[in-house]
């Protein structure tokens, strides 16, 4: 097992999720758990932005398209939500695809899954890889 390089900002994070799923339960679209965690990780004071963009080039020429990360909470951990019943293939690319594009602040990574199909829970999973130099 690998061990989690920011734990301490991993926690928090992984607790907030829980009280959003705590206070709200399942069944909601990802958009209605995004602006739940953003007021929930407010409250607990811990930083993030939401919504951030991600440039990306080819060859080493700018592109118009981006990627748009849900949020990155203390500046280093790019947290990935999925309002499905369970994370695929294709979910786990995306943010290894964010890597990728050259996202500079670190190399954990949290998606978050809550389910929403006659399932009761939340799931998350932290998955590491490296940023490509």
Known sequence: MNEIIYKDEAYRIIGACFEVYKEKGNGFLEAVYQECLEIELSSQWIAFQARLPIDLSYKG?????????????????????????????EHRAQVINYLHAGIGWGYWLISAVIRNSNGSGWLYEITCGRRRK
């Open 61 to 89: 020429q700018s592109l118009v398209q981006r990627y748009v990360a849900d949020m990155v909470c203390f500046g280093t951990v790019l947290v990935e939500l999925k309002a499905v019943s369970a994370l695929a293939d």
